[in-house]
């Protein structure tokens, strides 16, 4: 899924002098092909303003349906993008921001064709004057009765933008654990992603993902997903985005375990716990080579727990086919 290229919405008042301009510029070749035409003066001024505003018509609905054809169906999109969506965004709002477009497209095509019908019809001059700017004055206020959606899609474009790109149909393995246990670090043995690394708690500011291809020839898709599951609404913005790739990407959790870390053991465990109540989770038990030998044996007979890669791509494997 991406959401990286929506084009920018502007304000509304940007989108008219785009249509109009493009009819301004184009109304000399119209004039000379009028011209050549007919002789007739009412027939040479019909034609122009024919020609105009059938421009200002096409300019303003190619511009509209560009938006609509742009940003994502909401109600088509995957679950994790549709939460995503309703706690990053007014999912109401922004529906109607939608809709309030599309009617403004309409509005333009049914008022567009009333005043080519008028001006076709009429036999003066001064009318098709008229109706030009009676026009002219009806389009600008539709586009400016959606000024506020304009601005409601932009800011949810800008928003869309940062969500992570990750794919919703290929089999997805999320790590989790505590803040600076190391599953960026394996997420980097698991795949090629080169995620940032750092010995400080909280380096992941964004979900990390990476793909690798196992054993069994598939690819899948691994998402550190940092954070400690605390309520949703106590989560900060990555929690929230962790917590819903968990729920609804994840086929499989590998959690990790780390001894060395100031974190106790007790709430390492609490977390684990928690998980394994979502989905299948692999325990791993990182940094085993600066681990007390002592620790880790205690521990891994307490825990079931892959202690290093080739056990853990061992496991995922075992796990994955038996889901199969
Ligand atoms: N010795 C050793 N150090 C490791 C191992 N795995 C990770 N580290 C170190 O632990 C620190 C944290 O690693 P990260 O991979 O950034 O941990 P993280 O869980 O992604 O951290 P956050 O993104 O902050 O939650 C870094 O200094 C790593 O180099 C390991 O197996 N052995
Ligand atoms: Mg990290």
């Known amino acids: 899924m991406n959401f990286q290229s929506i084009p920018k919405i502007e304000a509304a008042d940007k989108y008219i002098d785009i249509a109009i301009k493009r009819a301004n510029k184009n109304a000399q070749a119209i004039a000379k092909k009028a011209a050549k035409k007919t002789k007739d003066k009412l027939n040479k001024v019909k034609t ?64 567009s064709n009333k005043y080519l019908i008028k001006i076709k019809r009429t036999m003066h001059i001064d009318s098709i004057i008229g109706y030009r700017k009676e026009y002219l004055g009806r389009v600008c206020s539709i586009i400016k009765q959606v000024k506020r959606d304009f601005f409601n899609l932009e800011d949810a474009r800008r928003i869309m933008k940062n969500y992570p790109c990750v794919k919703t149909d290929m089999f997805t393995v999320a790590i989790a654990g505590f803040p600076n246990v190391g599953k960026s670090t394996l997420l980097a043995k698991l795949s090629k992603a080169k995620p940032k690394i750092a010995s400080y708690a909280f380096t992941t500011k964004g979900l990390n993902i990476g793909y690798g291809v196992f ?21 900060n913005a990555i929690e929230q985005q962790a917590y819903l790739a968990i729920k609804h990407l994840a086929d499989m959790i590998i959690y990790v375990f780390d001894l060395t870390e100031p974190y106790p053991l007790e709430q390492q465990m609490k977390l684990y716990n928690k998980l394994r109540k979502l989905k299948t989770t692999i325990a791993y038990l990182s940094k085993t080579d600066v681990l007390d030998k002592k620790v880790m044996s205690d521990f891994l007979k307490k825990v079931e727990c892959a202690k290093n890669i080739k056990i853990l791509k061992k496991e995922i494997t075992k796990k994955w086919v038996a889901k199969e």
């Open 215 to 235: 054993e069994i020839y598939k690819k899948v898709q691994f998402i550190d997903t940092p954070g400690t599951l605390n309520r949703f609404e106590k989560m």
């Open 48 to 111: 122009i303003e024919l020609e105009r505003l059938k421009i200002i018509k096409s300019s303003l609905i190619n511009q509209l349906e560009r938006i609509l054809k742009n940003f994502p169906n909401l109600d088509e999109l995957p679950d994790f993008y549709k939460e995503l969506v309703k706690t990053t965004l007014e999912y109401g709002k922004l529906k109607r921001s939608l809709g309030a477009i599309n009617w403004a497209r309409k509005s333009v095509k049914d008022l």
